[in-house]
């Protein structure tokens, strides 16, 4: 099941609408620390050139997948059961009602974060389809993927802090000692990255 969806900039980080449907009074903290979580996600995913425009980050029990498509980044938090491949299908149906709309006044004017709210509701109204995972729609996208392999990176975002502080640690050695440059540090990263 979908918990929570953001659609936000990339070239800042700015989260432009949510659906929160997970909200009830027990797991109300639980909601704020994901929700919390899914906007630090989003902000690095504004800074760091290293991710993937397709990723999933595992977080305890739960799954944020991600799908940015052009400057647009599209989270969406979910169980870890649920079917990746379902989920990245809803990430590209938000997208593809998105595209509908004038982009170039969305993403320049917008300055409040989640004041898109006529996308939050389609955000509401694309995730109802997806709630069930065994209605026949569903069944057949996720039979029809079978054929496919999905190239999505998974990582756990205690690896993705990890990294991000080691980017901040070359920054900072960089502006120390000018021998020591930003290139060599970001190459370095990259090639522990990709081990």
């Known amino acids: 099941m979908v ?24 797991d109300n903290a639980s909601f704020l620390f994901y929700k919390q979580q899914a906007e630090l996600l989003l902000k690095q ?21 991600f799908l940015v498509e052009k400057k647009i980044c599209y989270i969406a938090l979910s169980d870890s059961s649920y079917p990746r491949k379902l989920l990245f299908h ?31 509701k389609i955000i509401g109204r694309i995730r109802k389809q997806y709630m069930d995972t065994r209605t026949q729609a569903n069944l057949s996208k996720l039979n029809a993927s ?8 998974t990582e756990h975002l205690n690896d993705l802090i990890q990294r991000r502080q080691l980017l901040g640690y070359c920054v900072e050695m960089d502006t120390r000692d000018n021998h ?16």
Do not use: W
């Open 3 to 26: 918990k929570l969806t953001i659609v936000g900039r990339v070239e800042d980080g700015l989260p432009l609408a949510q659906d929160q449907t997970f909200v009830n009074q027990q």
């Open 45 to 65: 995913i504004s800074q760091d050139p290293l991710l993937h425009p397709k990723m999933t980050i595992l977080l305890d029990h739960h799954s944020f997948h």
């Open 90 to 120: 809803y990430l590209q149906d938000l997208q593809k009602e998105l595209d509908h709309f004038d982009k170039i006044t969305l993403i320049q004017t917008t300055s409040k974060p989640y004041s898109f709210v006529r996308f939050s």
């Open 146 to 153: 079978r054929k496919q392999e999905l190239d999505v990176v």
């Open 180 to 195: 020591y440059s930003r290139f060599s540090c970001y190459f370095q990263i990259k090639l522990d990255y990709d081990r």
